[in-house]
Nanobody
Framework: QAQLEESGGGLVQPGGSLRLSCKVPRSIWRIDVMGWYRQAPGKQRELVAAITNGGRTRYADSVKGRATISRDNWTNTMSLQMNGLGPEDAAVYYC?????????WGQGTQVTVSS
């Protein structure tokens, strides 16, 4: 499977913002759907946001209005902008291309929300 490269995690203050980026290999860039997942300690992995090849987006209820997923066809990069971060957003974030069951994954990037 193709390897995705994430960047942008780190420590964020409550109420702050972050932008995660995921470099997707050109060989799979046209895949039907890509997305961001996250997993907090002791919790199941959950979908945060997804975007289709045609640009349709879907968000988890917990991030609606605070998150924006996008894709840049020039740089083969998928991004997730999140605002108004709270402790509930702290997790390891993974980018995915091709769906949860069979898709390719990034290595994960830690997001910590703390003052």
């Amino acid at each position: 499977q193709a390897q995705l490269e994430e960047s942008g995690g780190g420590l964020v203050q409550p109420g702050g913002s972050l932008r995660l980026s995921c470099k997707v290999p050109r060989s799979i860039w046209r895949i039907d759907v890509m997305g961001w997942y996250r997993q907090a300690p002791g919790k199941q992995r959950e979908l945060v946001a997804a975007i289709t090849n045609g640009g349709r987006t879907r968000y988890a209820d917990s991030v609606k209005g605070r998150a924006t997923i996008s894709r840049d066809n020039w740089t083969n990069t998928m991004s997730l902008q999140m605002n108004g971060l709270g402790p509930e957003d702290a997790a390891v974030y993974y980018c995915n291309a091709g769906g949860e069951a069979r898709g390719s994954w990034g290595q994960g990037t830690q997001v910590t929300v703390s003052s």
